[in-house]
């Protein structure tokens, strides 16, 4: 199947600081890129859907000026955590794909906010 | 209402017993369906699509009933292995692409 990488796996930064996570698509167009957060033993939550070119659609509750997503072309991603606190300490996935197929998964980064 | 809603579980079942989850959506509209299957801290993987006519992949039957609109998800003569979490996806296409939403999951654990 496609390939989505998505790194780094893992992180720990200081409260206060940015962190940035990129998702690739590997081998094929991803119209679509989602963002994901999900905390320990609960679901996959929405942050984000973005398509290429377009701004970001937040979920509600998802504060746009903090998690900045940019979608600049049709293979790459990102979701920057501006400020971070340990509140936002989370595995976020992100997932791509183009319209009808199936979503591709990213491998997920471990972030952990001290 | 959630647009996804499913039994969160945990189901125990010996090895080798038939167990089957459901799932709810809440859009008519939603186009297309999937079962992911997610293990403990690692990312969702594609089990299954789900087709109107129903489809079966080995020891996997996924249905869909959409005047009903609920999935579901049979697994027969289960393995230690199945033991994870099952997660059903709706794909609702809005104006710029596609838009997955996840229920919350149910997990599987098999034992001996």
């Known amino acids: 199947g496609a390939v989505v990488s998505q790194h780094p796996s893992w992180v720990i930064c200081k409260s206060g600081t940015s962190v940035k996570i990129e998702c690739r698509s590997l081998d094929f167009q991803a119209t679509t890129m989602f963002w994901y957060r999900q905390f320990p033993k609960q679901s996959l939550m929405l942050m984000a859907t973005?398509?290429?070119?377009?701004?970001?659609?937040?979920e509600q509750g998802v504060e746009k000026d903090k998690f900045l997503i940019n979608h600049a072309s049709l293979t790459l991603s990102t979701l920057t955590v501006t400020s971070a606190h340990p509140e936002d300490s989370s595995f976020y996935i992100c997932s791509a794909t183009d319209i009808y197929t199936e979503a591709f998964f990213g491998q997920g980064t471990r972030l952990t906010v001290v | 209402r959630k647009e996804v809603e499913q039994d969160p579980g945990p189901f125990n079942v010996p090895e080798g017993a038939t167990v089957a989850f459901n799932c709810t959506y809440s859009?008519?509209?939603?186009?297309?369906f999937f079962w992911y299957r997610q293990d403990c801290r690692k990312e969702p993987k594609l089990l299954m699509s789900v087709y109107s006519s129903g489809n079966e992949d080995g020891r996997f039957t996924a249905q869909l009933n959409r005047a009903s609109q609920y999935i579901s998800l049979l697994i027969r003569d289960s393995k230690l292995s199945d033991s994870a979490t099952y997660l059903c996806?709706?794909?609702?296409?809005?104006?710029?692409?596609?838009?997955?939403?996840f229920g919350t999951g149910t997990q599987l654990k098999v034992e001996l």
């Open positions: 859009n008519s509209a939603s186009q297309s």
């Open positions: 973005s398509n290429e070119g377009s701004k970001a659609t937040y």
């Open positions: 996806v709706v794909n609702n296409p809005t104006g710029g692409g596609n838009k997955l939403t």
